[in-house]
């Protein structure tokens, strides 16, 4: 039996999208990512990825190991994430902060060639900004502008 309120990261599999697709957010964080039932994950080298908390989705983002990963990193082993949301019925509960800090173990278990992950985040987004420094990502002063503004370019060293 499972200790209660365990948090684990896992593959997408079917069973979890009905849950995915009833996730929310309000306006001020919908602006700055998407939600799990609006993204296409068909691509190869897309790897979407469910953050359960006691096997109950709660949270959800995407790992690029595409040609994307290229505008962000030039090392041929990173791997670029995505589309981080936790629904919003969850939110203050900690799982954001529990899901980036089980990050390294995940891709160092899942993705072994891995050795970095970069993301951009909005420079107005500032929740996002401190749950990623405090996650281990590091701002290293690179910018560049996005659809809604200017993005800081964040990497966490697997």
């Known amino acids: 039996m499972q200790a209660i ?67 962000y990193s030039s090392n041929p082993n990173a791997m670029l994430l995505t589309a981080f949301s936790i629904d919003h019925k969850q939110q203050g509960k900690g799982y954001a902060k529990k ?13 072994k060639e891995c050795n970095e992950v970069v993301l951009v985040v909005n420079h107005k987004n500032i929740p996002a900004q401190n749950l990623y420094l405090k996650a281990g990502f590091v701002d290293h002063g690179e910018r560049r502008m996005g659809p809604i503004g200017e993005q800081i370019v964040m990497n966490l060293h697997i």
């Open 5 to 71: 309120n365990t948090l684990e990261l896992v593959h997408f599999s079917e069973d979890y999208v009905d849950v995915l697709h009833d996730f929310d957010l309000p306006d001020e964080q919908s602006q700055f990512t998407a939600l799990p039932k609006d993204i296409s994950i068909e691509m190869v080298g897309q790897y979407p990825i469910v953050i359960l908390s006691d096997n109950v989705p709660v949270g959800f983002f995407v790992l690029h190991s595409t040609e994307r990963v290229k505008e």
């Open 99 to 111: 899901g980036m800090l089980a990050l390294s173990n995940f891709i160092k278990r899942e993705f």
